[in-house]
C-alpha cells in the first residue's frame, strides 16, 4: 500500500448551470488530519457528498488503497471505509448508546437480536471515553459525547476514513479540547479524518495537512507546518478578489428609516444600527452567526428584546404587521419559507399584497395577471406561461418569483436573506442588478449573507456578525481588507 | 431545456390549459358518467329522471358538510367532529324548544324557549364546538385528526346525556316540523336542498374568486410561507372551523326538524362519508389542492353506487362493501391520473 490512503483526480460535478466542483485533484495520505478549508461554495460539502456517495460525480476518479472509488449511497461509503460525522448527528436519542453503536450492523437469528459484537463496539467506545455508559440513553448525552458515539461506532466498523463536518459547531471550548484528544488519537489506530472547519485556528491547531478550495477549484493542498499563519491561509481561501464593482451612491439620503437598538435573544447579543432611505446595507457573517435570527427578528417572526423602530414607529412582533409597515422578507430557505411550490407562478405573485389585485375580497384575476406578467418580463423569468408550477422551475427563476412578491408588497425596506443561494451565476449578476435599481428607486435594503464577494460588491455599508454579536461596521468605498474581514468573522481578535 | 422540450410538443392542449383541480373534476365527471352507465345497463329503471333527482336529494346533508370539510382540507387540517356536532345541535334545538314541566317523563320536558331563541342557542353550541376546534388546533398547536376526534366524541356525548342515549321527540310545537319537510312549490325538491344548493354556489365563489379562497390554499400549500407572507394562518383556521361548525349546525337542525325528533345516534358516521366525498372529489389530504365541485362530484359518485346497489336489492352489508371499493378504485384511479398528468 502506498502512502495515500485517498487520490483524486480530475474531479468535476456539475449542477444545471453551476459547476461545484471543477476539476479537482489532490491526495490525502494516510493517518494524517486532512483539514479542507474554502468559503461558502467554495464547492467542499460537493466533494464530501460525492465522497460519502450522496450526490455522483461528473467526471473523475477517485482512488481508495489504490483502488477505484464509487458510493452510491451514505452506507454503501461506510461499507467501503468512509464513514461521515455530518453536523445533524445520526444517532437515535430513543436508543441506548450501546444499542446505537450496532445500529444497522445487528446480527439477527430468524429476526431476533443476538448479542453479538457489542463487546468489541462497547471497548472502542470505553477506549475513546472512558465516562460514557452505554447503557445511557443517547438523548441524555451531550452533543459532543453524541460525537464520540459516532466516532466509535465509525472506528469499530473498521473505516479508514472518517469526514468531520464542523464538528465544534455546537459544543464547548472544553469539549473540543477533549474531542482534539480523540483525534489525535486515532492517527495511532490508523484512521484518517478529513476535517472541515470555518475556525482556521483549528487547522493549524490540529491539521497535518490543508487542501483550501475557491469557487469550485483546487488552490492549493500543502503540509499545515508549510503554512506561515492565518493570514496566508485566508489569503489562498480568498484569492485575489478584486472588488471593482461596487459606485457609491452619488447623493445618499440623510433619512433614518430603520432603528434597531439592543436587540438580543438567544442567538443575538445588543445588535444595533441604523439604515437610511436608499441605502443597501450587509451584514457578512459565516453559518451560525446570527444572520438569520436578525432578519427574523426584524420581520417580527421572532421574539426578541431591546427596540426595533421602523420610519419612526415601534415594529409589532408578527409578519403580517410588518408587511403592513412596508418590510417584505426574502427568507433564508426559498423552498420552505418563501414559495408555494405546488402553486403556480400566476399563484405566487401576488400573495403579498392581495388588496392590490382585489375589490371587496374579490380577486381580479385580469389585474393579477396583468401583475405576474408584468414581473415575469421585468426580472426576465424563464417561462413560456405564468401557470407553470413553480417547483419545475430552476432556483435562479424560483428566487425571481420571491423577488416578485416582495416587490409586488410595495415594501419600503426588503430584508434579503441569502438572496442568491443555491443559484447560477447569470442568475446571480441580474439579482444584483435588480437590488441595485431597487434602491435607486429609494427603497432600503439588508442584505444578509455569506458571501463576502457578493456583500461588497453592492452594499454601501457592511457589518460583520460573529457569534450574534456585531464586531465591526465598514463603510465600503475605501479599501476593503478581506483578510482582516474574514480574520474577524472567523473569530480572531 | 424542460421549458422548451414542453414548448415543442403541445400535446393535450385543451387539458394544459385548465388548472389541476378542475382536471382532477372532469376526470371525476367522467368516471360519474362510466359508472352511472354501467348502473344504467344493470340496475332495472336506473334511468328514470326521479332517481337522478334523488341522486341529488338524498345527498344534501353529506354535501353541506363536505364543504366545510374541503376548505378545511385544503389548508392540511381534518374536521372529524361534524356528525356528532349535528347529532348535538339537533337534540339540543329540540331540547331548548320543548315544552317545560309538562310531563312526568323527563325525556318529554325542555326549555321551553320560543323556537326562533331555541334554534339560535343550539347554533351557538354547534359554534362553540368549532370554537374548541379552532383554540386547540391555532393555539396550542394539536394536530387537527386529534383534536376533532375529541370534539366529536364530546359532541356526541352531550347528545347522548341529554336524550338519555335515546330520543326527544314530544312536547314540541308545531313550526319545528315545518323547514325540514317543506318543499319548494309544488316540486318534491326540500328546503333542504335548495339551502344545499345556495351553500354549493357560495362556496364555490368563495373558493375560486375571494382572497379568502386564495389564503386558504396558501396556508395548505406551505402554512410557513404563507405566514411569512402576511397571512394571518391562525385567525384563517378559526374562521373554517367556525364556518365548517355552522354548517353541521344548520345540518343538525334541519335533520332534527326533518323527523321531528332530536336522536343521539343521527348522522353516525357522517364525518367519515364527508371524508370519502371530499377524497373522490380530489382533494389532496396534504393541503394545497381541492375544491367543492369536485366534492360535489365525489357525493354524486358515492350516491349512484349506493343507489345502484339498492336497486340491485343488495343487503346493506353489501353496499358498504361496494363502496369501500368503489371509493378505493376510483382515488387509485385519480391520482394515476394526476401523476400522468404531471410528468
Known amino acids: 500500500m502506498g502512502d495515500n490512503v485517498l487520490e483524486i483526480r480530475n474531479l468535476i460535478k456539475t449542477f444545471p448551470g453551476v459547476t461545484a466542483v471543477n476539476d479537482v485533484s489532490f491526495d490525502i495520505r494516510r493517518n494524517t488530519v486532512h483539514c479542507l478549508v474554502g468559503e461558502n461554495g467554495a464547492g467542499k460539502s460537493t466533494l464530501i457528498k460525492i465522497l460519502t456517495g450522496a450526490e455522483q460525480r461528473s467526471y473523475g476518479t477517485i482512488r481508495l488503497n489504490g483502488d477505484d472509488y464509487v458510493a452510491h449511497n451514505p452506507k454503501d461509503a461506510r461499507d467501503k471505509g468512509i464513514s461521515t460525522l455530518f453536523q445533524e448527528l445520526n444517532v437515535v436519542d430513543q436508543l441506548t448508546v450501546a444499542e446505537n453503536l450496532t445500529l444497522g450492523m445487528e446480527v439477527t437469528t430468524f429476526g431476533f437480536l443476538r448479542n453479538v459484537g457489542t463487546e468489541k463496539m462497547i471497548d472502542v467506545l470505553k477506549n475513546l471515553e472512558p465516562s460514557i455508559d452505554p447503557r445511557r440513553k443517547v438523548s441524555t448525552l451531550s452533543v459532543a459525547k453524541k460525537q464520540i458515539v459516532e466516532i466509535a461506532k465509525a472506528v469499530a466498523s473498521e473505516s479508514e476514513i472518517i469526514i468531520m463536518d464542523e464538528p465544534t459547531a455546537a459544543i464547548s471550548e472544553g469539549e473540543i479540547q477533549r474531542l482534539f484528544k480523540i483525534i489525535r488519537g486515532l492517527r495511532d489506530k490508523s484512521v484518517t479524518v478529513i476535517y472541515i472547519s470555518h475556525r482556521l485556528d483549528e487547522i493549524f491547531e490540529l491539521g497535518d495537512a490543508v487542501t483550501v478550495m475557491r469557487d469550485g477549484r483546487h488552490i492549493d493542498t500543502r503540509p499545515v507546518s508549510d503554512i506561515r499563519d492565518r493570514s496566508e491561509l485566508i489569503r489562498m481561501m480568498i484569492g485575489k478578489t478584486v472588488f471593482e464593482k461596487y459606485e457609491p451612491k452619488e447623493n445618499p439620503s440623510t433619512e433614518t428609516i430603520l432603528k434597531v437598538e439592543d436587540v438580543s435573544n438567544d442567538k443575538l447579543c445588543n445588535v444595533s444600527f441604523e439604515l437610511r432611505k436608499g441605502e443597501i446595507i450587509g451584514f457578512y457573517g459565516l453559518v451560525g452567526a446570527g444572520k438569520t435570527e436578525l432578519a427574523r427578528a426584524i420581520y417580527g417572526v421572532d421574539r426578541y428584546d431591546g427596540s426595533i423602530t421602523f420610519k419612526e414607529k415601534t415594529l409589532e412582533s408578527s409578519p403580517h404587521k410588518a408587511i403592513e409597515a412596508g418590510i417584505a422578507l426574502v427568507p433564508e430557505e426559498r423552498r420552505s419559507e418563501g414559495l408555494f411550490t405546488i402553486l403556480t407562478i400566476r399563484g405566487n405573485t401576488c400573495v403579498m399584497n392581495m388588496d392590490k389585485i382585489s375589490r371587496s375580497g374579490f380577486v381580479n384575476n385580469q389585474s393579477e395577471k396583468r401583475v405576474t406578467a408584468e414581473y415575469i418580463r421585468q426580472l426576465n423569468i424563464a417561462t413560456h406561461t405564468m401557470e407553470k408550477e413553480t417547483a419545475k422551475l430552476s432556483g435562479g427563476n424560483q428566487q425571481k418569483i420571491v423577488f416578485s412578491k416582495c416587490l409586488f408588497a410595495d415594501a419600503d425596506l426588503l430584508l434579503l436573506d441569502e438572496p442568491t443561494r443555491g443559484i447560477d451565476v447569470g442568475a446571480k449578476s441580474e439579482i444584483y442588478q435588480i437590488i441595485r435599481d431597487l434602491a435607486h428607486d429609494g427603497k432600503s435594503i439588508i442584505i444578509f449573507s455569506s458571501e463576502l464577494h457578493e456583500i461588497v460588491n453592492i452594499c454601501d455599508t457592511i457589518y460583520l456578525l460573529y457569534e450574534g454579536v456585531l464586531k465591526e461596521r465598514i463603510e465600503n468605498g475605501t479599501v476593503i481588507d478581506s483578510e482582516k474581514i474574514l480574520h474577524t468573522v472567523t473569530g480572531g481578535e | 431545456m424542460d421549458d422548451m422540450a414542453i414548448a415543442v410538443k403541445p400535446k393535450n392542449t385543451f387539458l394544459r390549459g385548465i388548472s389541476n383541480e378542475s382536471f382532477i373534476s372532469l376526470f371525476m365527471i367522467t368516471v360519474l358518467i362510466v359508472l352511472y352507465g354501467v348502473a344504467g345497463a344493470i340496475v332495472p329503471n336506473f334511468f328514470l329522471p326521479r332517481n337522478v333527482l334523488n341522486l341529488v336529494m338524498n345527498y344534501w346533508f353529506t354535501i353541506i358538510l363536505g364543504i366545510g370539510v374541503t376548505f378545511i382540507m385544503v389548508t392540511g387540517n381534518f374536521d372529524l367532529s361534524v356528525g356528532g356536532n349535528i347529532a348535538m345541535t339537533g337534540v339540543l334545538s329540540v331540547y331548548f324548544c320543548q315544552a317545560a314541566g309538562v310531563s312526568q317523563n323527563a325525556l318529554a320536558n325542555g326549555l321551553g324557549l320560543p323556537y326562533g331563541v331555541a334554534l339560535a342557542l343550539a347554533m351557538v ?23 376533532t376526534l375529541g370534539t ?13 342515549g335515546a330520543q326527544r321527540n314530544t312536547s314540541l310545537p308545531d313550526i319545528f316540523g315545518v323547514v325540514g319537510n317543506a318543499s319548494v312549490g309544488n316540486t318534491p325538491i326540500k328546503i333542504s336542498v335548495v339551502i344545499m344548493a345556495v351553500l354549493v354556489v357560495v362556496a364555490f365563489v368563495v373558493e375560486r374568486k375571494t382572497v379568502f379562497g386564495r389564503r386558504t390554499y396558501l396556508i395548505g400549500a406551505n402554512r410557513e410561507a404563507a405566514r411569512l407572507s402576511g397571512v394571518k394562518v391562525n385567525r384563517h383556521l378559526a374562521y373554517l372551523y367556525l364556518t365548517s361548525a355552522f354548517l353541521a349546525g344548520v345540518t343538525g337542525i ?4 326533518e323527523f321531528k325528533a332530536g336522536v343521539s345516534g343521527r348522522a353516525t358516521g357522517y364525518e367519515f362519508d364527508a371524508l370519502v366525498i371530499v377524497l373522490l372529489g380530489g382533494t389532496s389530504i396534504n393541503g394545497g389542492f381541492g375544491s367543492v365541485l369536485g366534492t360535489v362530484v365525489g357525493a354524486l359518485v358515492l350516491g349512484v353506487v349506493t343507489s345502484a ?3 340491485l336489492l343488495l343487503s346493506p352489508d353489501w353496499q358498504f362493501l361496494l363502496k369501500g371499493i368503489v371509493t378505493f378504485l376510483a382515488i387509485l384511479a385519480q391520482r394515476y391520473a394526476l401523476d400522468r398528468r404531471k410528468s
Open chain 2, 152 to 164: 366529536m366524541m364530546i359532541a356526541r356525548g352531550v347528545a347522548q346525556v341529554v336524550t338519555q
Open chain 2, 254 to 257: 334541519l335533520l332534527a326538524s
Open chain 2, 125 to 147: 353550541c354547534a359554534l362553540a364546538i368549532g370554537g374548541i376546534n379552532a383554540f386547540f388546533v391555532t393555539k396550542l398547536k394539536v394536530p387537527s385528526i386529534i383534536v
Open chain 2, 309 to 311: 346497489a339498492t336497486g
